[in-house]
């Protein structure tokens, strides 16, 4: 059986040494593990170009690599020509 959970928000900053310095002290009595989540202002946001790359290398997609999941050739479709 999985322990309950608890969610704190707070606010911090990571260093130079990549620590995270938390701007105010946590309620909690330590020491203790915990899990920790964290979200990036969205100037931090990843390139187009990361994510295909990152895309690419998850494995998640490797049945995109099987000759039967290759069902078009160049000859299907029209060409797509951008005049934007």
Do not use: N
């Not at 187009?48 to 690599?65: H, M, R, S, V, Y």
């Amino acid at each position: 059986m999985q322990a309950a959970t608890q969610a704190i928000e707070t606010i911090g900053t990571i260093d130079a040494q990549h620590h995270l310095v938390l701007d105010e002290t946590l309620p909690i009595a330590g020491p203790t593990r915990v899990r920790v989540s964290h979200l990036l202002p969205e100037d931090s946001d990843i390139s187009e170009t990361e994510w295909l790359q990152a895309a690419a290398a998850d494995p998640a997609f490797d049945f995109l690599k099987d000759p039967e999941e290759d069902i078009y050739t160049l000859s299907d479709g029209r060409p797509f020509h951008d005049e934007g």
